[in-house]
């Protein structure tokens, strides 16, 4: 799409949603009353959970023990950031979702993934069901209400740009004035030619040629710029970055131990690299400018330039208005990959000799890397846009109270379970619903706090900082937001050290984003499982697994039964597995995850399928639920591990507790029933709907809110077409069952 289609595209499509949410207006059309609310500085972390974090008294332990968790000591240093969080509060029993997308999506809509659709991390297959819609009640938007004006810069991963009308000027449609950015989220694949064609694929590991130490490695070269001009790098000093490494970050290609001249015909400036070449989209007001790849804005490193974004956004801001900035760093997402040298002070020591491709100890050394770049990004955040200062040592000098700025960082799922630091469970972390996949860091600082430097022990769900959001503008997000939202408040918290629990349960869910036609992302081998979280081969790959969907073709193990499509689940690979070799089937993890608890114990819920072998010889879909007691002891936290399972009928209170918990979650379950035909969400399905479906239709045709289900089928199918029509026809006029809340 080209940036005047996107910017009309944008411009038409939020007035259509945004018809009530003006800025400075309520629902009602009255000015909203009351002062300016503070300035709002939201920075998420990416796939660092609480076990990561020592300020919260975990972050690793001294001595591992050997085998594989060798590397798994002391996590991540992370001065700047907890320096804030020994100046505010520190929310030690935070939940958000298994997945990135429905953990963000969490943040700016208050609701839980089964009211949203997006159940996993979105993928380029999942339609526009399983992303926000344009039609509801976003953070910006919401803010909007009390003449905020909102900017994010970084990983957005909400919606589009695949199977959405609005494509690539999603974050805009969606209530945000600027966007500076990825919109599809993810870092790519890491180029293992550095750039160069003339370079076989798979030679240099991480993406950058290294040093002359390591085999293949380089002490000088000539470093040329997509506009052809050309540096050359010297042999590195102890300080610096190996020349190949050095060239990357700048923007170019390395061509080793060569002098400038006339660039190589081989150069390649239209590859993406993992974090330093990656697809840029800025929107202001609308306009969206896709970044060419040649384009040095889109080529450094992704946490400098997300930060740098962030400082000319925030610089530049009028007194007169508030602002949210979110702050969306990609890091340490993988692919796992070397952050510059001199974004990791106090790691002096060679780095382009770690090995990118999986090595256990190595990836989480460079995880570790990549996350205390993002603190020192994080840290010049703060003293160059005036919320901190430097003290004689170099350390933050941050005062909560020097500005009208709330802080709040958080973490978007838990830790990827290669990453993750003990005593925490490598086999039940990102992507499952047990405490090491969706529990937590989360700090708040700002004027507001009293007693800072404290923690809050007291349950808190992500789907909070909505209401949070509103709290801070003087809204009340319950009464300004149409339909259920699952948010309770997290400001009494700060102005009251001595509030009791707002929650009584606790709540996190990870499933299957919707595809056309039913379709599932392809089954990935990881170790001795087997998985569909990982969106497409390269991701699965960047997360060292072995691909089986699409494109399949490794016949030493097992040739596919269609070398296009490879295998479909992870069942069918088991059972292709099973026939080969009936010791070699794998474990499968769920498809989907599901926990409730309340102060002492969890109920979790997880639903896969598998090949059974014979005399059954079918797939079949199994159901377990577990109970696990659980608390946030420190250093040494009651997890549930596969250990801890609890048998319900032991005792009298294990049973009560199951029932209830059992119970509960049914109820949420049942919280929003389906209306079919209710395309823009307001409860009913009348001539609106028709009408926002024909113009769909008809100006897209492809995936949007208006595919629905078939009448005689059980998937959509990926179209906007006359199948929809006649949903919103057979439920014409009808009023949709009421949704509800559990807190």
């Known amino acids: 799409m080209n940036k005047k289609f996107s910017a009309l595209l944008a411009a038409g499509l939020a007035t ?32 660092v959970g609480i076990d990561q974090m020592k300020v919260f008294g975990y972050g690793g332990i001294d001595n591992p023990i050997a085998g594989e968790n060798v590397g798994r000591g002391l996590g991540p240093n992370l001065p700047n950031i ?29 609701r839980f993934p089964l009211r949203t659709g997006i159940q996993q991390a979105i993928g380029p297959n999942d339609l526009a069901t399983s992303q926000i819609s344009p039609y509801d009640m976003t953070a910006p938007k919401l803010l909007k209400r009390a ?66 130490s390591v085999v293949g490695g380089a002490e000088k070269g000539a ?35 060569a002098t400038c001249g006339t660039p190589p015909a081989s150069l390649d400036f239209t590859r993406q690299n993992a974090y330093y070449v990656s697809p840029l989209v800025i929107i202001k007001n609308g306009d969206v400018e896709v970044v060419k790849l040649t384009d040095p804005r889109a080529r450094g490193y992704r946490t400098r330039i997300e930060t740098d974004a962030a400082i000319d956004w925030i610089n530049t801001r009028s007194a007169d208005r508030a602002w949210m900035a979110t702050v969306s760093y990609s890091a340490p997402h993988t692919p796992l990959q070397q952050p510059p040298k001199s974004l990791v002070p106090g790691h002096t020591g060679a780095l382009d000799n770690l090995s990118c491709t999986g090595k256990p100890v190595e990836g989480r050394f460079l995880q570790d890397r990549m996350t205390e770049a993002m603190d020192t990004e994080f840290g010049r955040l703060l003293v160059e846009t005036g919320l901190a200062t430097r003290k004689p040592d170099g350390s933050l000098n941050y005062d909560p109270k020097a500005s009208n700025t709330v802080i709040v960082i958080v973490g978007d799922n838990g830790t990827l379970g290669s990453s993750v630091k003990l005593p925490f469970d490598p086999t039940r972390a990102k992507g499952t619903a047990y405490q090491t996949g969706v529990w937590d860091p989360l700090i708040i600082a700002g ?14 769900n992500t789907v909070d900082l909505f209401q949070f959001f509103g709290e801070l503008a003087g809204l009340d997000a319950h009464k300004e937001v149409p339909r259920t939202i699952d948010s309770v408040g997290i400001l009494p918290y700060l102005t009251n050290p001595g509030q009791g629990s707002l929650r009584t349960i606790n709540f996190a869910m990870g499933g299957l984003n919707q595809q056309a036609d039913g379709a599932k992302n392809g089954p990935c081998v990881i170790g001795t499982s ?69 102060d002492r114990f969890k109920l979790v819920r997880n639903v896969s399928e598998d090949y059974v072998p014979p005399p059954t010889d079918k797939f079949e879909k199994k159901t377990v639920y577990e109970l696990y007691e659980i608390n946030q002891a420190k250093p040494k936290p009651l997890l549930d591990t596969a250990d801890r399972k609890l048998d319900p009928s032991a005792n009298a209170e294990t049973q009560a507790a199951y029932n209830e918990l059992f119970a509960k979650l049914g109820d949420i379950l049942a919280s929003n029933p389906d209306c079919p035909g209710d395309g823009n969400m307001d409860g009913v399905v009348n ?12 100006a897209w ?43």
């Open 16 to 47: 259509a949603v945004l018809a009530g949410c003006n800025s400075g207006n309520s629902p009602s059309g009255d000015s909203v009353k009351g002062t300016q609310g503070p300035n709002i500085l939201f920075v998420i972390m990416d796939d």
């Open 687 to 698: 001539a609106e709907d028709l009408s926002n479906w024909a113009r769909i239709a008809k």
């Open 147 to 212: 003449n905020y004006e909102s900017g994010m810069f970084g990983k957005f991963h909400l919606a589009g740009p695949e199977n959405n009308e609005a494509e690539n000027a999603t974050p805009s449609v969606l209530g945000w004035d600027y966007f500076y950015g990825w919109v599809g989220g993810l870092p790519s694949s890491i180029d293992t030619t550095a750039g160069d064609n003339a370079t076989a694929s798979g030679t240099h590991v991480c993406g950058f040629v290294p040093g002359k």
């Open 701 to 743: 045709g492809l995936s949007s809110v208006y595919d629905f289900v078939t009448l005689t089928g059980d998937f959509r199918d990926g179209k906007t077409n006359n199948t929809d029509e006649a949903v919103i026809q057979a439920n014409l006029n009808k009023t949709c069952a009421p949704t509800y809340g559990l807190y």
């Open 447 to 460: 004027p507001q706090v009293v007693e800072p430097d404290r923690e809050v022990d007291h349950m808190v």
């Open 82 to 110: 907890d320096a804030v969080a020994r100046a505010g509060v520190r929310f030690r029993n935070t939940w958000s979702m298994p997945e990135c997308s429905p953990g963000r999506a969490a943040f700016f809509l208050g």
């Open 530 to 598: 087997c998985t569909i979280i990982p969106i497409s081969k390269g991701v699965c790959e960047d997360n060292q697994g072995v691909w089986w969907g699409a494109g399949y073709n490794d016949i030493s193990v097992l040739p596919a039964p269609d070398p296009i499509k490879g295998y479909a689940t992870c069942a069918a690979v088991n059972e292709a597995r099973y026939k080969n070799d009936p010791t070699s089937v794998l474990d499968i993890v769920p498809e989907s995850s599901l926990a409730i608890r309340n």
């Open 223 to 257: 470093c040329y710029q997509p506009n052809g001009s050309c540096t050359v790098i010297p042999p590195a000093s102890p300080s610096q970055d190996v020349p190949g490494l050095q060239c990357l970050d700048s923007g170019g290609i390395f061509v080793p131990e």
